[in-house]
Structures are given as C-alpha cells and as structure tokens.
C-alpha cells in the first residue's frame, strides 16, 4: 500500500521560508515521477512542481518558479519543496503526489497523471 507524510507546514509572514517533505513508502519510489500540489479555499487543486524519478527533469508552476525548488532524496524515500520569498497567494494545503507510471520519460502538470496523494500541510503566509 503506498503511502505519502507530508511535513513542514507552518505559520510564516511576507517573504519567509519553508520547507516541505514527503516521505514515501509502498512503491519502488525512485521509479516515479513525484509532484507537489496546492489547493486554497474554495478552489480547485493547482499543480505547484514535479521532479522525474531520475531527478534530472524538474517542472514548475509559472507562479513558483524561481522561489520554490523541489528535490528528491531516492535513498531516503522523500522529495522536498523549499519555498522561498513566500507570498499570502500561496497560502494553500499542500499535497505531495506519485505518478501513475514507472519511469514516465515526461513530467506532467495535470492531477489526473497521479494516484497516490498525502493528507496535505498546510502553509499560511501572513502579510
């Protein structure tokens, strides 16, 4: 059964930093593409990164790019979100994700490429 702990969730103002994991556990993790998601009140689930299992090939949100950084650490099970000069707009539950293929030469941005999902952490900046 595969399982995904996000942690690093928190209070933080204007500009702060944060940083997200996700431990995974019931897959051969590094044989998957992993994603961090978003979703704020009232709307619809928004794709934030993705990093494929080689950990070469990283893909962002036009929103994030260049302030947040993903990464992946094969040998402990767990990819990363640092969250840098964070804005109130990204406030959000956050949620980390596996790819429904082994070794999918793409990344993709869309949540129906992904099946497993954390419970979420939530990050709130204040301003």
């Known amino acids: 059964q595969v399982q995904l702990v996000e942690s690093g969730g928190g209070l933080v103002q204007t500009g702060g930093s944060l940083r997200l994991s996700c431990a995974a556990s019931?897959?051969?993790?590094?044989?998957?593409?992993m994603a961090w998601f978003r979703q704020a009140p009232g709307k619809e689930r928004e794709f934030v990164a993705a990093?494929?299992?080689?950990?070469?090939?990283?893909r962002y949100a036009d929103s994030v790019r260049g302030r947040f950084t993903i990464s992946r650490d094969n040998a402990k099970n767990t990819v990363y979100l640092q969250m840098n000069s964070l804005k109130p707009e990204d406030t959000a539950v956050y949620y980390c994700a596996v790819d429904r293929y082994p070794g999918r030469p793409g990344v993709k941005s869309g949540v129906e490429s992904y099946d497993y999902w954390g419970q979420g952490t939530q990050v709130t900046v204040s301003s």
């Open positions: 019931g897959r051969t993790f590094s044989s998957y593409t």
């Open positions: 990093i494929q299992f080689t950990g070469v090939i990283t």
